[in-house]
């Protein structure tokens, strides 16, 4: 079982920057593939960027491409999110997965069970 607890959320200005890192408990961390989702209000879900479980090889949404940088440490049982260049259109509440299907080509599908409460990130224009 994963216990996943997101932090590093705030308001920053346009062109600012945030990391957000999700940390997990449970030994199986280091063994399972990570995403970052995140829920703007109004809208619905949608998939930010994923790691595989070894940190070797990582997919990014398009919107997020060139800005934001996930990865991970296996021996803090942490995945991070680097977010740089924010524009207004991130804000939302930032979600981590973790234990999905992960491929390199396709991204990753979430696991139905082991997410974290949410961050929220606010991006002033």
């Known amino acids: 079982q994963v216990q996943l607890v997101e932090s590093g959320g705030g308001l920053v200005q346009a062109g600012g920057s945030l990391r957000l890192s999700c940390d997990a408990s449970g030994r199986t961390f280091s063994s399972i593939a990570m995403g970052w989702f995140r829920r703007a209000p109004g809208k619905e879900r949608e998939f930010v960027a994923a790691i595989s479980w070894s940190g070797s090889s990582t997919y990014y949404a398009d919107p997020v491409k060139g800005r934001f940088t996930i990865s991970r440490d296996n021996a803090k049982n942490t995945v991070y999110l680097q977010m740089n260049s924010l524009k207004p259109e991130d804000t939302a509440v930032y979600y981590c997965?973790?234990?999905?299907?992960?491929?390199?080509?396709?991204?990753?599908?979430?696991?139905?069970?082991?997410w974290g409460q949410g961050t929220q990130v606010t991006v002033s224009s």
């Open positions: 997965n973790g234990g999905g299907l992960y491929s390199g080509t396709y991204g990753y599908k979430p696991s139905g069970v082991y």
